[in-house]
């Protein structure tokens, strides 16, 4: 079946540093999703990426959609403590099909 | 974003007894719903995927006896945990998707923790 590699697992990071983490697949997806988790909570959806080579912003979080459509970045600039929590891809392969999940980045900002 | 509501956010329940999970969207209509479940430190795994009006769709090595899914409106998807035994607590999340379209996104419910003694 289809996997999703995310990296890294785990980062610990200083307010106002800039974070990048990455999934990568063996396999094509035509959509790519980024989302948090907090503790107790779901996931909330941060960016989503419908084209290959795409590029979207929301506030401090940069994502883009590879080119090779195997890939997706995100990138968190200037970090502050609510910042953290867990940090999940999540990549479509076709029209209404599930979903397959990164197995997160758990993100830790300390002040 | 749209929302979706799952309740109740925390269950405690009896070994051998039933427990029913609610995941509702509370301002569109979601023709599909996919039920995860997630342990700690662990991703989200897909368990089934339900349609308004028809069976759901379980995931191989998923239990659709033990974990029975009804989606009889729109707006509404329920998951029962049957006979719950300890092996069962978990964190039980729903999402909700407005169509089949590509660019249709699912947003989620706040989870339910199930612990079951």
């Known amino acids: 079946g289809q996997q999703l590699n995310q990296s890294p697992q785990s980062m610990f990071i200083q307010e106002g540093e800039d974070v990048s983490m990455n999934c990568t697949s063996s396999?094509?997806?035509?959509?790519w999703l980024w989302y948090k988790q907090e503790p107790g909570e779901g996931p909330v959806l941060l960016i989503a990426l419908y084209k290959a080579g795409e590029l979207t912003s929301n506030g401090r979080l940069t994502a883009q959609f590879g080119i090779t459509r195997k890939d997706s970045f995100l990138n968190i600039s200037a970090s502050i403590p609510s910042d953290v929590g867990i940090y999940f891809c999540?990549?479509?392969?076709?029209?209404?099909?599930?979903?397959?999940f990164g197995e997160g980045t758990q993100l830790t900002v300390n002040p | 974003g749209a929302v979706v509501s799952q309740h109740p956010s925390r269950v405690i329940c009896k070994s051998g007894t039933s427990v029913k999970i609610e995941c509702r969207s509370l301002d569109f209509q979601a023709t599909t719903m996919f039920w995860y479940r997630q342990f700690p430190k662990q991703s989200l795994m897909l368990m089934a995927t339900s349609n308004e009006g028809s069976k759901a769709t379980y995931e191989q090595g998923v239990e659709k006896d033990k974990f029975l899914i009804n989606h009889a409106s729109l707006t509404l998807s329920t998951l029962t945990v049957t006979s719950a035994h300890p092996e069962d607590s978990s964190f039980y999340i729903c999402?909700?998707?407005?169509?089949?379209?590509?660019?249709?996104?699912?947003?989620f419910g706040q989870g339910t923790r199930l612990t079951v003694v």
């Open positions: 999540a990549g479509q392969s076709g029209q209404g099909s599930r979903l397959t």
């Open positions: 396999s094509i997806f035509n959509t």
């Open positions: 999402s909700a998707r407005t169509g089949f379209e590509m660019n249709t996104e699912a947003f």
